[in-house]
């Protein structure tokens, strides 16, 4: 299950729903960055590290190699979920090559953002960017690392480099004492979890017949090689992330879900070609409740856009698409989808240019009459007014994948199977 936009296309919600039908539901990439977010009758819950499955008791939820984990937002996380009274550390599974995230890695994050200043990321500020960097740099601490003796030492090692690091940035108020105590606890909390070689687990899954599904966080253009560079993420959010975050071949990999929301949304900074600055995106904030799962910060809105997500659905080998926050639209009057784009030197294109910020000198956009009805109610795909249902069938013909799912509110039974 794979994000065609920015992120926040409600995937938390339907990897939630699908995992009834699956053994395994597996995060690959990202860390605690993600916000997905579970309605389940009137419980909502926001899960950061832990996978959309973990709802359903019989099925294992495994946080793979490719993430980056914050120990502490880690264990606040299985907390706040005991507190509903769910023990989810029976069917939940962390892989031994996952890079943790030190105190001292948020810390360069929030320094990072405050010396870019105007040009910040907007990051999450969860230390993503560092912890990735670490790693590919080949400096980073990993869940394995936990078990060895000397680990302690390794961590003072690293947080020394952090702080000669640090001294470059302007300074950042950050209790580094409080938040490393609070961190060795989760660390030890940690080594009584089950721990696994993430490569022979998928492996043996696989061998076994097990239906599994890898729940991405993020969504494509947020990638750090093929999302609007240098305003993205810095894990690879794509299809191709599977393979790398989870040590499975491409010939695993069967059906590719891509979802979208209905309109578009983007939260920190960067290039958004079919942003809006009026009373639409104003409209499509409020019904929608555009406001980041993670970090609770206002998402810009903006229409659908078809090179966008042609681009993107061609990188991911999308097969299926779900389509969210439908009933959304029926806040605004009508609405629009880009459908190209023109470029500086006159000439119009549809494919999603390399610099979205300069490249792009006007859109073309399809304009769509709305409807007048809730939609929140809608239990079958034939029930949805005609003018959703062009929109969907617009959808399917623009990037030629058929859409099967349709969500049309929060809960998860307010989606409808097609
Ligand atoms: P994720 O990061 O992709 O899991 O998405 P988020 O949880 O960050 O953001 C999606 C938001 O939209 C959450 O608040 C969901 O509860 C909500 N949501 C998901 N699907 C729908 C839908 O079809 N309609 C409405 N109105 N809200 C939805
Ligand atoms: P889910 O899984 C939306 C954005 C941040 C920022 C950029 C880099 O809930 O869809 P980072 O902290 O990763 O260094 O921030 O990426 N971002 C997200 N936006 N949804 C997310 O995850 C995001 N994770 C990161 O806002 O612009
Ligand atoms: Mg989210």
């Not at 907390?79 to 769910?86: F, K, P």
């Not at 253009?221 to 959010?237: A, E, Q």
């Not at 406001?291 to 299926?320: H, K, S």
Request: aromatic share 8%; proline share 4%.
């Amino acid at each position: 299950m794979i994000g065609l936009q920015w992120g926040d296309e409600g995937k938390g919600k339907i990897v939630d729903l699908l995992s009834e039908n699956y053994d395994a539901i597996c995060r690959f990439q990202g860390g605690p960055n993600a916000g997905h977010t579970i309605e389940i009758g009137d419980q909502k819950h926001v899960l950061h590290t832990i996978p959309s499955g973990i709802f359903r008791k019989h099925t294992i939820n495994l946080v793979g190699n490719g993430l980056v984990i914050d120990p502490i937002t880690f264990q606040r996380e299985i907390e706040g979920l005991m507190q509903s009274g769910l023990d989810c550390r029976e069917n939940l599974y962390v892989a031994l090559k996952a890079h943790l995230i030190l105190p001292t890695h948020r810390m360069l994050d929030a320094g990072s953002e405050a010396h870019k200043g105007k040009e910040k990321i907007g990051s999450t500020l969860r230390g993503i960017g560092p912890t990735y960097m670490d790693k590919t740099g080949r400096n980073g601490l990993r869940v394995g690392d936990i078990l060895r003796q000397d680990f302690k030492k390794r961590y003072e090692k690293l947080r020394e480099k952090h702080l000669g690091l640090a001294s470059m940035y302007p300074n950042v108020d950050f209790d580094l004492a409080g938040e490393e105590e609070k961190w060795f606890k989760a660390i030890d909390q940690m080594r009584n979890m089950k721990l696994v070689n993430c490569e022979y687990f998928m492996s043996q899954m696989l061998s076994d017949r097990k239906k599994i599904l890898a729940e991405g966080a993020q969504g494509t253009m947020l990638d750090i090689t093929y999302g609007t560079y240098p305003f993205v993420t810095s894990s690879n959010t794509i299809t191709a992330g599977v393979c790398d975050g989870l040590g499975v071949p491409p010939s695993a990999i069967g059906n590719v879900m891509g979802i979208t929301k209905a309109y578009c949304t983007r939260v920190g900074s960067g290039p958004f070609p079919t942003e809006l600055f009026d009373e639409d995106g104003e409209a499509l904030m409020e019904a929608g409740r555009e406001f980041g799962a993670t970090t609770g910060r206002q998402r810009r809105c903006g229409w659908v856009d078809i090179p966008q997500l042609r681009y993107v659905c061609m990188i991911n080998g999308v097969t299926e698409l779900t389509v969210t926050k439908l009933d959304v639209l029926s806040a605004v009057k009508t609405f629009k989808a880009a459908t190209s784009y023109q470029l500086q030197n006159g000439d119009w294109t549809s494919e999603f240019p390399f610099d979205a910020e300069s490249d792009i000198a006007k859109i073309k956009y399809l304009e769509f009459n709305g409807w007048d009805d809730d939609l929140e109610h809608l239990k079958s795909y034939d029930q949805l007014p005609e003018q959703a249902g062009k929109f969907i069938r617009f959808l399917e013909s623009e990037l030629g994948i058929p859409v099967k799912l349709v969500s049309v509110g929060p809960e998860r039974n307010q989606t409808i199977f097609r």
